[in-house]
């Protein structure tokens, strides 16, 4: 079995959320404390922590901190306005409400009841680090799967991979999802070369995903978004790595800006392109990408590179956060319950989420 990633984004120390500030990677490590679920909606907004299954986690958090120090119990009510405040934190990745819909579920069936805010906040917190915990397992699981079903398709060869954004330890609860695959395809020795998208305008690749690879060995080169299909067209890519932020039925996806041009040359150049996520990042009432919605960031994000403004000030630009792959250009999609495959469709999916569902009851 993969170990997990020695970095830990965000987790409970006693009654508080610590989460490792990823505005200030890779120069320093930050811890945040954070005490109220204002202070995690804040922090998931500012992107101090990011990443759709770690956005998911921390909004467990937050929604157990609605809790915390409370002299009376917390009504229904009440916990609802908080989860309904957190979950506009960000608008894209669907882990975020699926989370605090489940917060609110387990309220309803095990909480409502508790005497004192002192039970609640026990069972919520308790809640919340198995939400973490469930996470870790589906990073591992998800990298067995990638690599036994990389094993197959590209056998007897160190792998070239490309990624995009960060899909690490600091996206999620373990190893991460791509770059979770990524990970123990070094630790088996099958990994050659990681080329790592630098993903403008927040850096993702060249701050966070390049600094877990030199945490731990991992053979890396960081390039600009806009070299990766020229590598691909000279040879040098095996198969693209990506996260997911929200999966609709038919397997549009929405990910980091960028992602649809990868997929797009992928095809291209006959490269497999397989997104990597966890089941959750499933958003079965959507029917296809049209109407995942997309993040739109300030353009001074954008305009502004490292304090200092790029354009004349006379200039507007456009920040988009993600884009949307349509399913076409998948060539297989990696889960935690296995590889979906031989064309990347409605029924496909619908018919492996059924099957999921059922093995869940069983
Ligand atoms: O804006 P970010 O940094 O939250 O975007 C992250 C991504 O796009 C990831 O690829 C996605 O959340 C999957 S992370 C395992």
Not at 15 to 28: A, G, K, M, T
Not at 156 to 162: F, G, I, K, P, Q
């Amino acid at each position: 079995m993969s170990r997990d990633s020695n970095l830990t984004a965000a987790f409970w120390e006693g009654d508080e959320y610590v989460v490792l500030d990823q505005l200030e990677l890779p120069e320093r490590k930050t811890c945040l404390r954070l005490t109220t679920p204002a202070a995690v909606r804040e922090a998931i907004t500012a992107m101090r922590l990011r990443g759709a299954p770690l956005i998911g986690a921390a909004a467990s958090a937050g929604a157990a901190l609605a809790f915390r120090g409370a002299g009376e119990p917390v009504e229904r009510a009440v916990f609802a306005s908080v989860c309904a405040s957190i979950g506009t934190a960000r608008p894209t990745a669907v882990n975020l409400m699926a989370v605090l819909d489940e917060m609110l579920a387990y309220y309803d069936n095990e909480v409502a009841g508790c005497a004192t805010a002192a039970e609640q906040f026990a069972l919520m917190q308790r809640r919340s680090l198995e939400i973490h915990w469930r996470d870790a397992d589906r990073n591992r699981r998800m990298a067995r799967h990638g690599v036994d079903w990389l094993r197959r398709l590209l056998p007897d060869r160190r792998l070239r991979v490309l990624t995009h954004c960060n899909t690490g330890a600091l996206a999620t609860c373990g190893h991460g999802t791509a770059l979770g695959v990524v990970r123990t395809l070094h630790e088996q020795g099958l990994l050659k070369m990681l080329w790592v998208d630098e993903t403008r305008p927040y850096l993702q690749g060249a701050r966070l995903t390049a600094f877990e690879c030199a945490e731990e060995g991992i053979p890396h080169t960081v390039i600009t978004d806009s070299t990766a299909p020229y590598l691909m067209a000279q040879g040098q890519v095996d198969v693209v790595l990506t996260g997911v932020d929200r999966m609709a039925r038919n397997g549009d996806f929405a990910n980091k800006i960028g992602t649809y041009g990868l997929a797009v040359a992928a095809r291209h150049h006959g490269i497999p392109f397989l997104p990597v996520l966890p089941v959750e990042s499933f958003d079965t009432a959507l029917s296809d990408g049209a109407r995942i919605v997309i993040e739109e960031r300030s353009d001074d994000e954008l305009l502004i590179f490292n304090g200092r403004r790029i354009a004349p000030a006379a200039s507007s630009g456009l920040h988009l956060g993600f884009d949307v792959v349509p399913h076409g250009l998948i060539t297989a999609v990696i889960t935690e319950q296995g590889v979906i495959e031989g064309g990347i469709d409605e029924k496909h999916i619908t018919d492996f989420l059924h099957r999921r569902g059922a093995a869940d009851r069983a």
